[in-house]
């Protein structure tokens, strides 16, 4: 008879994941002459972003698996979101966490990652997301923790195909999407989500927003795992393995002024959404791609995060 595997039960101090999805999918429209789009308010998530979707599904299963047991290591390279997601639910499954960030992150999300009892070990500005993702694989072969690689783990694009995905296509009318944007960090967002729709006969196209200075001298140097602004954090180019050409078929890539973005994400804090900036950059882009399908087109977008976390930064230096 082949062995099998002992159920393990998942820790019952994680109850309040629970809470993590479904989220709302809302009409957002900011002005009576702008295309109206539908956001998925995943700032209402536990930690206050999109993130705990991937945290609580990748530490799921790798505790079902058997790679996790309570008073396990986890190590993740971050700049902010995941990591304070990651947190969270370490804190719920009773595990340790160790977030490795580069230096310049915003005070909140120190603050934030450190309440729920992680580490923080901070690398070199210069260094940059690379940097952290290097030191991050060294920590889990020395201390043998978990290295959850969210710029790599397909378990981050899967999270978003089986719930997000599923949940927008149960909420949309008629279960149509017809664009769907989303900056890229790890890509697992629109890479899980042009998944759920496309295998569910959407005619979807997926669009990447990339925050840019318009008339500037190409991109910017790295700041809070930035490579194309330094005023719209979050946003990383050419370090997923998730987001290819290949998983994302007919891929459209738009540049938003971060001007437009910061202000977007204003005007979007001002109707009642407490959104942090990678939220405005979403909304941009999904304006100018609904402007272009015309006023029958359901596009999507995801409200990623809140705004607590930048209180410290430009966007509410006024």
């Excluded at 009318?173 to 900056?183: C, F």
């Amino acid at each position: 008879m082949a062995n099998v595997n002992v159920y393990r039960p998942l820790p019952q101090l994680g109850r309040f994941l629970n809470l993590c999805g479904p989220t709302p999918l809302v009409p957002v429209q900011l002005r009576d002459d702008a295309p109206m789009i539908w956001c998925k308010l995943e700032f209402l998530n536990p930690s206050g972003s999109t993130k705990d979707r991937i945290a609580r599904y990748m530490l799921e299963k790798a505790w079902r698996m058997g790679h996790l047991r309570e008073g396990g290591t986890v190590v993740e390279a971050s700049s902010g979101s995941t990591s304070i997601a990651l947190a969270l639910t370490c804190a719920q499954m009773g595990l340790k966490f160790v977030a490795v960030m580069p230096e310049g992150v915003s005070h909140e999300r120190i603050l934030m990652i450190r309440a729920y009892g992680a580490e923080i070990i901070l690398v070199p500005r210069e260094a940059g997301i690379r940097g952290a993702i290097d030191t991050a694989e060294r920590y889990a072969t020395q201390h043998g923790a978990l290295h959850t690689r969210q710029f790599e783990n397909p378990d981050n694009a899967e999270a978003h195909r089986l719930w997000t995905g599923q949940e927008i296509l149960s909420q949309i009318p008629r279960g149509m999407v017809h664009a769907v944007v989303s900056g890229v960090g790890t890509g697992g967002t629109i890479v899980g989500l042009y998944s759920a729709f496309s295998q569910a006969g959407c005619p979807t196209i997926p669009v990447a927003a990339r925050p840019v200075r318009v008339g500037g001298e190409g991109p910017h140097a790295e700041i809070e795992c930035c490579s194309f602004s330094t005023r719209v954090p979050g946003v990383v180019d050419g370090i997923s393995k998730l987001y290819t050409h290949a998983a994302l078929p007919g891929l459209r890539e738009l540049d938003v002024d971060e001007e437009d973005a910061l202000r977007t994400t204003k005007a979007l804090i001002r109707k009642g959404f407490p959104v942090g900036p990678s939220t405005g950059l979403n909304f941009c882009a999904a304006e100018q791609i609904a402007r272009e399908l015309g006023p029958d087109a359901q596009v999507v977008t995801v409200f990623a995060d809140r705004m607590e976390r930048y209180f410290s930064t430009e966007l509410f230096a006024s």
